[in-house]
């Protein structure tokens, strides 16, 4: 993650199955330019909540398998936001908040979390993410398998429900938008790659783009005033400062709703994501 992980009050349950970590509120910078909240910060919020009881409380002993060798990526997930999330900046002159991050699964080479932002002012959930992070060699960039301590450990972790992302790479069609984009510096994380919050940004950058190309149909304004109700996001190559990408958006044939997405680096996939709107825009603050 590309910031100072710094003294947040955390409550790390006895089993180290489940954490809170809590935060006093929003910036400037996490809102976008139609005055609400930034999906590609809000993908960030998650990362935070994953980060901060990572590093700071050694959660899932996530510190003791970091190593020069070996490290956690993340590979995608599902995000899941209640209508509530996108009046935030409307009701509230400020927002404390909390983020829980609970073990659902561990596998052979992965481990599958549940994080859910939660609104500390009313206590409600309005927010929530399904990840799947894979135990990697940093060399190779292959997948590594989880020690057999660890499996142990956390073997009892399973959750009752069945969390499946897609994978399968989209069939992407001739008739789609393209945008170019380079990565810049700021755009990475500590590991030196292309930042999940910034894929995502470059994906509403992209969908804007082709609306006010006349390309999409259904939505007439801004594309950031359009709530956004689903993310699913697959990180599927490494891209660095300075690499030249093009991001390619249409819509669903059955759903103009719903908006994929595809960032090449040349012929190497990068990066896929599918989102669904609110089929109906809310107004400016």
Known sequence: MATQVLDYRIVVDEKNFKAESFFPGLAFVDFERTGGLALWNISRLFESGRIVPFFQANFLDYKTLRS?????????????????????PRKFHYFP????????????????????????????????????LVYVDRITKKSQALPEWYRRKYEAAKSSRIVKFETAVPAIPQNRHQVPVTVTPSDTDYNGHNNQGSYVRFCMDAAETARQSHFLKGFTGDICLYPVVKLTACYRGETLAGDNLM???????TSP????????????????????FKSTCCSKL
């Not at 020069?68 to 935030?88: H, K, P």
């Not at 829980?100 to 993410?129: H, P, W």
């Not at 991001?247 to 044939?253: A, E, G, I, N, R």
């Open 68 to 88: 020069d060798q070996n490290t956690f990526f993340l590979l995608g997930g599902d995000y899941y936001f209640d209508s509530c999330l996108w009046n935030v």
């Open 97 to 132: 908040y909390k983020i829980t991050i609970e073990l659902i699964n561990v596998g052979q080479t992965s481990i599958t979390v549940r994080e859910v932002l939660i609104n500390l002012l009313d206590g409600k959930e309005i927010a929530t993410f399904y990840g799947k």
């Open 247 to 253: 991001t390619s958006v249409w819509q669903d044939d």
């Open 257 to 276: 709703s719903e908006l994929n997405f595809a960032i090449h680096k040349g012929t190497k996939l990068a990066f896929t994501a599918c989102i669904t």
